[in-house]
């Protein structure tokens, strides 16, 4: 039997289900929808002329989603600032989404409250910890989301209610319908990457097969989908313990298109994933290149397309099967997807708290 197909030895890897997390993302989106809308944040949309989001890693991405989402619709600046410090743009027209899934990211509290005391108008998105303690005291607009989740896991919690704030602001377009096709879209494609599902007939087990020994590169094309190709990166690192690394079409074919042309024992236990939603003009002619060029070199290549009719779908199509994939590959690594040892090290050294 395929290691990936004895489930109750791969359950022994896994002791806070971590692939249990990724498979109840559709039910996380779905809470994190009716949390937000029926949430009363009482904010005045006239005064904004910027959204800024602050946060680190699990977290931020959320920011860089919403950026995503929004590209071809917000009708203002959407930026991400991860870090201690703020840009100096931030006044009392900007609207600062502070999100921290467990509320004591040192760096997002810090930024929150400089925000603050900039004039911005604050929302804390957050389970709990020093950033909802910041919120109630200043009484300023907060969206609790439940505990329990590894930050990663909690990308429907981190990612909804900033999104359906700017839609109760109409800064973007009504998102309920999109949200309805994101779920409906992930509750069926669960069924194909569930653990129950045999490898020979599992898109998300026989891709961890591919990569496994091998290091990943993810690209993206177009710039705008480029945080789909960081969101597989990102869970690559934490989940399998891989190193991975991204990068997006047009650019790379300005610079990164050279290194292909390496010698073999450089590039031998490489892997590469593109991800697209549609391939056109000159854009499948960059892509075919690429591809051709790359399987001439004898490197395992993966095409995966997103679909939907909503841009909210679109990204999560795009990573759903990454989640997945990501928890197969530390499996077969024989890893606990959930740990992050070298992280709680370090926030120990610094002396952060490990919640």
């Not at 590209?71 to 009392?92: G, K, M, T």
């Not at 591919?210 to 590169?217: A, N, V």
């Not at 999560?316 to 024989?334: E, H, I, M, P, R």
Request: with cysteine; net charge neutral; glycine share 6%.
């Amino acid at each position: 039997m395929e290691k990936l197909d004895q489930i109750n030895e791969l359950k022994k890897l896994d002791p806070q289900d971590m692939l249990g997390s990724v498979y109840r993302l559709p039910e996380q989106i779905e809470e994190a929808s009716k949390i937000s809308y029926d949430t009363e944040l009482r904010l005045d949309r006239r005064s904004i002329n910027k959204v800024l989001i602050l946060g680190m890693g699990g977290s931020a991405i959320g920011g860089d989603i919403l950026k995503a989402i929004a590209f071809d619709s917000a009708r203002i600046p959407i930026l991400v600032n991860r870090d201690y410090s703020l840009p100096n743009y931030i006044d009392e027209n900007t609207l600062v989404f502070a999100v921290s899934y467990s509320g004591n990211t040192v760096e997002t509290v810090n930024s929150a409250v400089k925000s603050y005391e900039k004039g911005a108008i604050v929302v804390s998105i957050t389970s709990g910890g020093k950033l909802a303690e910041f919120a109630k005291e200043k009484n300023l607009p907060l969206i609790q989301i439940p505990k329990g989740l590894a930050p990663r896991a909690a990308i429907g919690y981190v990612t909804i209610p900033p999104l359906v704030v700017l839609d109760q602001l109409e800064i973007v377009p009504s998102q309920k319908e999109a949200i309805r096709e994101t779920i409906d879209y992930l509750r069926k494609k669960r069924e194909e990457f569930k653990v129950e599902n045999p490898t020979d007939v599992n898109p998300a087990k026989k891709l961890a097969k591919m990569l496994y020994g091998r290091i990943p590169l993810i690209y993206s094309v177009e710039e705008r989908w480029a945080v789909a190709g960081y969101r597989w990166k990102c869970q690559f690192n934490e989940n399998s313990k891989y190193p991975a690394f991204t990068h997006f079409f047009p650019e790379l074919n300005h610079n990164e298109i050279m290194s292909w042309e390496a010698d073999s024992q450089i590039i031998n236990d490489l892997s590469l994933i593109f991800l697209y939603i549609s391939l056109e003009g000159e854009m499948k002619i960059r892509v075919d290149f690429m591809k051709e060029k790359i399987e001439a070199r004898g490197i395992p290549v993966f095409l995966w397309q997103g679909e939907g009719k909503y841009s909210l779908t679109k990204f999560f199509s795009l990573t759903y099967l990454g989640d997945f994939t990501t928890v197969y590959l530390a499996y077969l690594a024989g890893k606990d997807p959930f740990a992050i040892g070298f992280i709680n090290e370090l926030k120990l050294r610094i002396g952060q708290s490990l919640s």
